[in-house]
């Protein structure tokens, strides 16, 4: 597909403009033609934007600048106008220019002295923050229209999804299915299927006093929000809280991974031919683009990485007092009992631990067993190996290579703690390392000082399930551990004894596929949840709400003053909330 060219489908609110490339030094926003491009231009530099002029005029304080009307005619859904980092300014420009109309259309940045010539994105956080002000994105037929064009962009775009997950890193087509595609779209049907009755404000006890009054929570979007996505499953981490957000009513930027460079390409250049530009934007950026971006202010921020991102992330955060969602990793322990199916565990935790080449922030890290355990479960996982990938899984269609050489070195060093029993093979040139399983690690060896997130499994020994508890809760909090066991005993034993984002007994991975349990982390391993309604709530302010009759003014005189022993009994009679059994005797 050419860059910026528009779905196959005619878009429902209006045609795209013509294929637009990602070279900044051509482009300007708001002109209504583009300035000469290359659509053969591979390469998409960092800190690109997606943007389309709104045709609303606000004055809002906290805004950088005041916003003019368009003076052109309005357009609708499906522009897909790509500007560079460096048109920053044209994006300012655009959104708070109030200058004429062709210094609205020039690409020109605000007046010397302004916010927004300080900060590259404050005009593109403007023009989000009127449309979601205007109250747009509010009706429950504009949010399904948007959901609806996200089913239509991973239908129709579901080959170039397949194929630019292979070129970043060797994503089986199948993986790629199962985790960007059909987990993706079983969280959008769920959606669509509950939004209206999600939406419906819930209506709540009340007391004597407001008997005769109308109390209710009211499920208010928070506004502008920011979605920044990792590379491990580039379309999955940010189309599913992307899906929650639009749900919940909010305007949306989204930030995907620089790291996986030919999905964030794909999804820079045709996301917004699908949704609505006026409330939903795509920003391509490296780390001091992004540094810029978080500057400005968001009514929520939904991050997922590492933790020491995190908390860059939520240091940013806190200057604006601005809520967070952090879905982290960490090391997920997996406690392998004596007591089990030694074949079924070991295909399982294979499974587990090889999907993806093991860049799964869910994936068992290591296994905690005895000593006997480790013995049998050696040939079971070899023989695992062999039936998923093969004798030689370098040459496996079905297993996946390393993002990058930073990561390949940094997981090709791990393979130094305790000993290689299984595999251990690397090729840098095709940053392949193979399927590899560590016997007799300490907790002292590099594979235990950080998370491994690679195709390597190292084992350490403990003597009973009492250790392995303790070894567990001597770590930070996990965002998932993993028990097996034919004695439901002992699986719930590893369960109601130590503290993890999420939890899985007898199997690894399958509990993320039920939209219906919250996905999040606890501690070290993040903060918040999502996936299915969790989603639509962490998006959603839940505002609470009394109305109340103007009339029978009688009734409030209790609480006025002067107060009397008379007026305080009447007032706890009325307003006390008692045990049940309890009775209160005027």
């Not at 010397?112 to 923050?129: F, I, K, T």
């Not at 369960?495 to 999420?502: A, C, F, I, K, N």
Request: aromatic content about 8%; charged content about 20%.
């Amino acid at each position: 597909m050419e860059a910026g060219q528009g779905p196959a489908r005619p878009c429902p609110w209006g045609t795209a403009t013509s294929p637009t490339a990602f070279r900044r030094d051509t482009l300007t926003l708001g002109s209504t033609s583009w300035a000469s491009h290359s659509s053969h231009h591979r390469s998409a530099p960092q800190g690109h934007h997606v943007l389309r002029r709104t045709g609303s005029s606000y004055k809002q304080l906290g805004m950088y600048q005041s916003l003019e009307p368009s003076r052109l005619p309005p357009t609708g859904y499906g522009q897909c106008n790509v500007v560079g980092s460096d048109a920053g300014k044209a994006a300012s420009g655009s959104a708070g220019s109030t200058g004429s109309a062709d210094s609205a259309g020039s690409g020109k940045g605000p007046t010397s002295g302004s916010a927004s010539s300080e900060n590259p994105y404050a005009g593109l956080v403007s023009h989000l923050r009127a449309a979601w002000l205007s109250g747009k994105t509010r009706p429950l037929e504009y949010r399904t229209a948007q959901l609806e064009a996200l089913g239509r962009f991973l239908d129709e775009k579901k080959q170039e999804i397949l194929e630019a997950t292979a070129l970043d890193m060797g994503k089986p087509s199948t993986e790629a299915y199962f985790s960007e595609i059909l987990l993706c779209k079983n969280e959008l049907n769920d959606t669509l299927n509950n939004l209206c009755r999600w939406m419906k404000d819930e209506h709540v006890d009340k007391n004597l006093v407001t008997q005769l009054d109308s109390a209710f929570i009211r499920k208010d979007p928070y506004g502008v929000v920011l979605i920044i996505a990792p590379w491990n499953y580039p379309i999955h981490l940010f189309l599913v809280p992307l899906i929650g957000a639009i749900a919940a009513g909010n305007c949306v930027i989204i930030k995907p991974s620089e790291i996986s460079k030919n999905t964030e390409k794909l999804v820079a250049e045709t996301l917004t031919c699908y949704l609505d530009s006026d409330c939903f934007a795509v920003v391509t950026a490296g780390v001091e683009e992004t540094t810029k971006l978080l500057e400005n202010k968001f009514d929520y921020i939904f991050f997922t990485g590492s933790p020491t991102v995190g908390r860059i992330i939520m240091e940013a955060a806190a200057k604006h007092l601005t809520p967070v969602t952090l879905e982290l990793g960490g090391k997920n322990p997996c406690y392998v009992s004596d007591t089990c199916d030694v074949q079924n565990v070991a295909r399982r935790v294979a499974w587990g631990r090889f999907f993806n080449a093991g860049q799964t922030c869910l994936a068992p890290d290591y296994l905690l067993c005895s000593l006997e355990m480790q013995e049998k479960l050696m040939p079971a996982l070899r023989a695992a190996i062999v039936e998923f990938f093969g004798s030689n899984p370098k040459e496996s269609p079905d297993f996946g290579r390393i993002v990058g050489d930073k990561q390949f070195r940094r997981i090709q060093a791990l393979l130094r703690s305790g000993r290689v029993a299984i595999g251990g093979q690397t090729d840098e040139k095709e940053r392949y390392i193979a399927p590899t399983v560590l016997a007799d690690v300490l907790p002292s060896d590099p594979a235990m000082q950080e998370e491994v997130f690679g195709p390597v499994l190292p084992i350490v020994v403990v003597a009973n399930m009492d250790e392995a508890i303790d070894f567990i809760n001597a770590r930070p909090r996990p965002l998932a551990i993993y028990a097996f066991s034919c004695d439901c005993k002992v699986v719930n034993q590893v369960l109601e004894r130590t503290s993890s984002g999420g939890f899985c007994g007898n199997d690894t991975l399958m509990h993320v596929t039920l939209s219906s349990l919250p996905f999040g982390g606890i501690g070290n391993s993040g903060l918040g949840k999502y996936h299915g309604k969790f989603t639509f709530d962490t998006f959603t302010h839940q505002r609470g709400c009394l109305h109340r009759n103007m009339g029978l003014e009688a009734l409030n005189s209790v609480r006025y003053p002067p107060y009397t022993p008379q007026k305080q009994g009447l007032m706890t009679a009325t307003l006390e909330i008692k045990r049940k059994g309890m009775c209160t005797l005027l």
